[in-house]
């Protein structure tokens, strides 16, 4: 089902239109009350903007405008109109905060409502949200999202795997929402159990918050018996629910642009890229009280895609996000993207999709080893011919296809890096 239809399933000159004087007044909102803003854009009128490739006109904000006016410095209201505080899942240093007032939680509600019936949801079915709750985005904004839809909602977040089982098979939840590297960890858990995914009422699983791979997917639909698509989202930009796959075709996720505008340019140059080229994703967000942003530079590789959608949807899809311009790792000289590894594993037939990548500085030099777990019933017939055999093909169609040299190095069950709950963290770096 289509949550809002009259605004997903838009003609595109409306939904163009619309974005238009959506981005003026915004530029007027901006200028008006974010000091940055009226730096940065100063000589801007709204009135300039006569299309919406005018935008590419505009300067780029990104993460460190935020850092820099941390904690709440690019408030576009008072502080006293705030209703809710989170925060991103930053690595290192002081997390980025992002703030809503009640207008964004009413947004973040329905732009998740709409990913959730995209990926198979309707009212009076029970939602097994495992995303985590707090300051991450993930877990409110999915929850929210659900009771909008209409669905009943089990506030589980993540971890405690075997009590999240116990949930599952009690509770009989039609849908369940996670990161996909734990939506693995859950598979396996219930394999050990000796639980078939025939015996669960589960159905859908609407997964995100990291990249991952078809050979992923594959295992996910198989070993809990589901039907899972992607959905994107960022903390800047509101969380979840800034673009999700539809379960009619699976094949890139609908932006939510009448809200979130989406824009493709190159890396290097910051220019617009051809359409259907990768680049990075920017947005700009449309309605968007608290903090609003103007090309908000993600980071994110992915391309774009007009073509029309069986769903119904006139929605632009994103492809599946390739890479980071920040966790791309430079070994000696080539640009390497850990999901790229994941895809690239995904095309060897023994390999389970358990990767992880150790970089290390031998002499001046950096190594990437690449750590596989091969298939459950691969490796009860592994001999050690079988296993060199298998590495060397492994690393030879890394190198062809990324055009540089990684050890591949098979591992045992449980050795590659999974998820207890959130994020997997795929690469150590031991330089
Ligand atoms: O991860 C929001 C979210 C929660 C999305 C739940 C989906 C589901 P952050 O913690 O701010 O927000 O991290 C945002 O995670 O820029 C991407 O690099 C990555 N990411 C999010 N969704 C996907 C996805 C949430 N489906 C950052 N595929 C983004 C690949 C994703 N990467």
Known sequence: MIFEPELEAMPLEQLA????????????????????YRERLEGVEPGDLGSLDDLARLPFTRKDDLRDTYPLGMLAVPREQLAR???????????????????????????????????????GMTLHNAYGYGLFTGGLGIHDGGERLGLNVVPVSGGMTERQLTLIQDLRPDVITCTPSYALTLAHALTERGTEPGEISLRYAVLGAEPWTERMREEIDASLGVTCTNIFGLSEVIGPGVSCECVEERDGSHVNEDHFLPEIVDRETGEPVAEG????????????????????WTGDICSLSREPCSCGRTLARMGPIVGRSDDM????????????VGGVLGRVPELSPHFGLVVRRLGTLDEV???VEPKADVLAALTDERVEEIAVRAASLLRDTIGCTMAVTLVGPGEAPRSDGGKIQRVRDLR
């Open 17 to 36: 239109a619309l974005q238009l004087e959506r981005v003026r007044s915004l530029v007027a909102r901006v200028k008006e009350r974010v000091p940055l």
């Open 85 to 123: 505080i989170h925060a991103s899942s930053g690595t290192t240093g002081k997390p980025t905060i992002v703030a809503y007032t009640a207008g964004d939680l009413d947004l973040f509600a329905r732009v998740n409502a709409r990913a959730l019936a995209m990926g198979g949801a309707e009212p």
């Open 277 to 296: 080229d990768e680049g990075v994703l920017v947005f700009t967000t449309l309605t968007k009280e608290a903090l609003p942003l103007v090309r908000y």
């Open 329 to 340: 790792l430079i070994v000696r000289g080539v640009n390497v993207y850990p999901s790229q």
């Open 369 to 371: 080893e690449v750590l």
